[in-house]
C-alpha cells in the first residue's frame, strides 16, 4: 500500500532563506506525485506535480521539487523564502491505476520577518 | 469562471445529529471528489463521483454518504454524528474521473460537533 511521510509538521525559515520540505514515499512502482499549498482559510491549490519525464519539476511561486526514485522521495524548495509563502504544505502521491490520492499530513511552513 | 463552492462555510452541530454538506464544482466539471481534513492527519478520501455514480469510496463507516446530481453538484450526507467528526470537509471537482493533476478544491466546511 501506498504511503506518504512528510518530516515535521512546523517549518521555520527566516525570510530571504532556503525552504525544504521534506516527502518520502512508499511505492511499489513510481507513483505520480503532487505538492499542494493551503493558506489559511483557503482550499489547497496545486503547486506542482511529477508524473513522467524530467525529475526537477518546477511550479508556481518559485517552487520547485525533485523526485528521487533511489531515496524515495519528493522534497519541496524554494532558494528564498517570502512571507507570502506561509501556508501549509501537503505532499501526496497516487498510482498509475488507482487514481485515488494518498496525502501527507501535511507541513505548516513558518516565515520568519 | 467561479471556482468550486462550499456550503455553509461553518457548522455547528451536537452529538447524534446529522449534517448535509454541499458542493457545486466547476462549469462543465463531472467528477467531485470529497475529503476529510483533520490537523495532524492530513486528507483522508471519503468518496468520489462521477456522472451521479460513486466511482471511489475511502475507509469510512457507513455513516459518511453522498451523491452527485445531474447537474454535477454533490452533497454529502454525515448521520449520528460523532465528536471524532468534527474536521474540515474539502470538496474537489474535476473535468473527468481521476484527473488528479487537475483537481480545484472548495474552501471547505468546518464541521465542529459538540
Known amino acids: 500500500a501506498q504511503s506518504v511521510t512528510q518530516l515535521g509538521s512546523h517549518v521555520s525559515v527566516s525570510e530571504g532563506a532556503l525552504v525544504l520540505l521534506r516527502c518520502n514515499y512508499s511505492s511499489s512502482v513510481p507513483p505520480y506525485l503532487f505538492w499542494y499549498v493551503q493558506y489559511p482559510n483557503q482550499g489547497l491549490q496545486l503547486l506542482l506535480k511529477y508524473t513522467t519525464g524530467a525529475t526537477l519539476v518546477k511550479g508556481i511561486n518559485g517552487f520547485e521539487a525533485e523526485f528521487k526514485k533511489s531515496e524515495t522521495s519528493f522534497h519541496l524548495t524554494k532558494p528564498s523564502a517570502h512571507m507570502s509563502d506561509a501556508a501549509e504544505y501537503f505532499c501526496a502521491v497516487s498510482g498509475h491505476s488507482n487514481y485515488q490520492l494518498i496525502w501527507g499530513a501535511g507541513t505548516k511552513l513558518i516565515i520568519k520577518p | 469562471k467561479a471556482g468550486v463552492t462550499q456550503t455553509p462555510r461553518y457548522l455547528i452541530k451536537t452529538r447524534g445529529q446529522q449534517v448535509t454538506l454541499s458542493c457545486s464544482p466547476i462549469?462543465?466539471?463531472?467528477?467531485v471528489s470529497w475529503y476529510q481534513q483533520t490537523p495532524g492527519q492530513g486528507l483522508q478520501f471519503l468518496f468520489e463521483?462521477?456522472?451521479?455514480?460513486?466511482?471511489n469510496k475511502g475507509n469510512f463507516p457507513g455513516r459518511f454518504s453522498g451523491r452527485q446530481f445531474s447537474n454535477s453538484r454533490s452533497e454529502m450526507n454525515v448521520s449520528t454524528l460523532e465528536l471524532g467528526d468534527s474536521a474540515l470537509y474539502l470538496c474537489?471537482?474535476?473535468?473527468?474521473?481521476?484527473?488528479?493533476?487537475?483537481?480545484?478544491f472548495g474552501s471547505g466546511t468546518q464541521l465542529s460537533v459538540l
Open positions: 463521483y462521477f456522472s451521479e455514480t460513486q466511482r
Open positions: 462549469s462543465g466539471h463531472r467528477s
Open positions: 474537489a471537482s474535476s473535468l473527468v474521473q481521476g484527473m488528479n493533476e487537475k483537481l480545484f
